[in-house]
């Protein structure tokens, strides 16, 4: 049996931090060897919001390195850049005549980036969704491993999917979306959703006293004030970071003892720190390694845009025979 295809991809903002981490690449790691991955660093999609042109190829090569530090492994899972591959802005063209303006829209996403860029709301931030579903569409991926707030632009890509299907014939399977056991970690300070532009972000680059420090300041369960109240990990961003780090010893005790105060906010965090700083340090040491030996990545690199292309190029004459865009 083949394995089924699955895609996901990340923008390169400029450093990436937990939430990315525990949202999102962890999963990835954990499902290399269960599908056949395709991993794409988004860089059109990154242009949606205001940026410095000749600060987005180290952007892009910070992203590509922290996938490979995190343990992405090029021999059995493909990384590539999503602009090496020009058939992700063609297929999304023509996607973008089977979308419904309404839908994007209403989308969560949009509206939160057209409010924070009020001054440069362009045309493709409201049609990233669809960018996003050619991504997927394209490889006719199945499997789409992200964090919750991408469940939104999931339902779109199947829609488009389907609405493609039956405006010119069944091209697309419909992608799903897979989350993992953190797909929301907040910020430190526990008001909003971990995120660079937020600056409420661990990011995977800190060095481990700013990553203690940073824990200690973070937020946990409102509602226990002092030491001696219980607490509830359902609800604390602290034990959401402890379930994508911690042995399933140290996450039972925690989860045992916060609910009859037996262990403070305190103890628990230092016992967060003490299971994230070693996986960040391990990350940190291999992005360096390829800093000093860029060739190595940009080699990884080449050879996904050679094997996406391939795959892109097979979907587009399906595409273009089916939208009678080419005479068979
Ligand atoms: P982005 O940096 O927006 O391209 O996001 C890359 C991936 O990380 C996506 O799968 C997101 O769902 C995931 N992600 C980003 N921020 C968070 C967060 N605070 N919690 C969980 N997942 C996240
Ligand atoms: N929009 C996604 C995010 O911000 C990134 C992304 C672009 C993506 N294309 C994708 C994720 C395709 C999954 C599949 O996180």
Redesign the pocket.
């Given at each position: 049996m083949p394995k089924a295809r699955l895609l996901?991809?990340?923008?390169p903002?400029g450093g990436?931090?937990?939430?990315?981490?525990?949202?999102?690449?962890q999963n990835w790691v954990r499902l290399q060897d269960e599908y056949e991955c395709l991993y794409s660093v988004?860089d059109l999609?990154a242009m949606t919001i205001p940026y410095e042109p000749g600060e987005m190829p180290a952007r892009v090569f910070e992203a590509a390195a922290m996938l490979l530090a995190s343990g992405i492994d090029p021999a059995r899972a493909t990384v590539f850049v999503q602009s090496d591959v020009p058939e992700h802005s063609e297929l999304a063209w023509i996607l973008s005549c089977v979308t419904p303006l309404g839908e994007l829209e209403r989308l969560t996403q949009f509206k939160e980036k057209s409010e924070e860029h009020k001054k440069s709301v362009n045309l493709g931030l409201l049609s990233y969704p669809v960018l996003q579903a050619a991504d997927i569409l394209l490889y006719k991926a199945e499997v789409v491993?992200?964090?919750?707030?991408?469940v939104q632009h999931l339902e779109i890509s199947r829609e488009i999917a389907r609405r493609f299907n039956a405006r010119f014939g069944p091209v697309f399977p419909e992608p799903r979306a897979l989350l993992?056991r953190?797909?929301?970690?907040?910020?430190v300070d526990g008001q909003a959703?971990?995120?660079?532009s937020k600056g409420n972000?661990i990011m995977l680059r800190d060095e481990p006293a700013k990553v203690r420090a940073l824990l200690k300041t973070a937020a946990t369960d409102p509602a226990r004030v002092r030491r001696q109240d219980p607490g509830n990990p359902d609800v604390c961003n602290v034990y959401t970071m402890h379930k994508g780090l911690s042995t399933e010893a140290t996450l039972a005790r925690v989860d045992r003892e916060c609910r009859t105060a037996a262990i403070g906010c305190i103890e628990c965090k230092t016992l967060l720190a003490d299971a994230m700083v070693p996986v960040l340090d391990a990350i940190r040491t291999k992005a360096d390694g390829y800093d000093r030996e860029p060739a190595r990545l940009r080699e990884v690199l080449s050879r996904g845009a050679a094997h996406c292309r391939e795959i892109a190029g097979r979907t587009m004459d399906e595409v273009r025979r089916a939208t009678g865009l080419r005479r068979s």
């Open positions: 996901s991809g990340i923008q903002t990436l931090h937990v939430g990315n981490y525990l949202g999102a690449i988004v999609h491993p992200v964090g919750e707030d991408q993992t953190t797909p929301r970690v907040m910020g959703k971990m995120s660079k972000g």
